[in-house]
């Protein structure tokens, strides 16, 4: 019996957002991988094992889904939002590339709804011009690193969505990066903070970047910083297709 | 009676990808408004009009879906993929600005899997690390801008989403891109051509920048150049999470 690897996309919170590719998968699984608060989100039924894991176990966790597929199984790793965005799906490649002799697994990735893009649907438009996606977690690089994308981002111009802006094992990386930007000639540009996008939760918050506080993230917040043609229109953000 | 005004993502093409908020939209609309190419994946039905338009007639697109929905319609405008990306939301939003008398219109964007994800997903896991997404269209800005950002993201280490990379009335600015990438370092770089990516006419080809060509681009290709630690295992591809 050939088993499978599924890497899916549970998107941002709300069921309405899960693509009926994903549910179709999820119904066929006999395995479900992943982090804890996401693999709650797969509801329990007779046939499906679910494996939780801690947060920062991807490797391992890609491993293991590697292993059971190879037995056989029918298995889903599930990430929130998109896998391919800051989530399960390199870590599966990774862990591929450490075992030549299951290259030949069936494996799919099926996309998702990634936060930036459920963000920014909730403030308006703010990522219809250019724009760029950056991790803001320094687990996996080193802080030079953010903070030279962060300056030439700016300098490019893109709408800047920051992805982990800030967690209680990194509570002062945010503040740097709030600082660079202002540094960088970004003090006038609006900033969004949405917090648990589509969830009951939910909350969203826009002001000039001069006047963001880096406590009013948390590590459900996805932060977008608009381009510096972004217009508000009354609750409405949006970049003009014409910018800059 | 109060209308109201959706701006809904088809995603890339296969319909199990149109999320179940944004089929419930379309099933509650009375008037459906976009691309006809778009229109035509939406389904007739009784009580339902459809309003298909030509392509680069987005303002006047949104002002008239604006206009329906002042008159009491259900209205959703649709666009490929997600809305807010390179896509019909922004235009709406520049409408709205442009009728302050509508402002209070009950509005909603409706968030879907953009063109990136999808080719991402098909390809491996190429934005698992930052990267950034440029329309390469100049219609609506100056070549100087898309080249600077060009130049820019391939200093910054981005991985690049390239939307938009070629048309018939465009025919060489994706041939200069090339040009600035490969004179920027990214020669080695591995990119990938995803064509009209889970729809029938699919096709998915990667090589080095170098050895890629303009021709290998058409309206329907989404062009993802991967970062400089991105690697190739068999026929997948991805960007460590440990990048640069």
């Known amino acids: 019996m050939t088993g499978s690897l599924t890497i899916a996309g549970l998107g941002p919170g709300d069921t309405a957002l899960i693509t009926p590719e994903v549910s179709t998968a999820l119904a066929e699984a006999t395995d479900v991988l992943g982090y804890a608060a996401y693999v709650a989100r797969v509801g329990p039924r007779e046939g499906l094992r679910l494996h939780p894991s801690d947060n920062r176990m991807e490797l391992q966790r ?3 889904a590697l292993k059971l597929a190879a037995e056989g199984r029918n298995v889903v ?17 990774e862990a591929l590339e450490n075992s030549p002799e299951l290259r030949d697994l069936p494996i799919r990735v ?9 963000a920014a649907a909730r403030a308006g438009a703010p990522l219809g011009h250019d724009f760029c996606a950056i991790n803001l977690s320094d687990n996996l690089k080193p802080w030079t690193v953010i903070e030279k994308r962060l300056r030439l981002a700016a300098e490019a111009d893109f709408a800047i969505a920051i992805y982990n802006p800030r967690s209680t094992s990194r509570p002062d990386g945010f503040a740097r990066a709030l600082d ?25 918050e826009m002001m000039p970047l001069r006047d963001a506080r880096p406590e009013m993230a948390d590590m459900t917040t996805l932060v977008i910083v608009g381009n510096s043609a972004t217009r508000r229109i009354g609750r409405w953000v949006y970049a003009p297709r014409r910018a800059s």
């Open 110 to 118: 099926l996309p998702g709804v990634t936060a930036m893009l459920a």
């Open 77 to 93: 790793v599930v990430s929130s939002g998109d896998p391919g965005v800051f989530a399960m799906a390199a870590a599966v490649f």
């Open 62 to 64: 890609a491993g293991e």
């Open 180 to 204: 660079i930007l202002e540094d960088a000639g970004c003090a006038d540009r609006t900033t969004i903070f949405a917090r648990a996008v589509t969830t009951p939760k939910e909350r969203i």
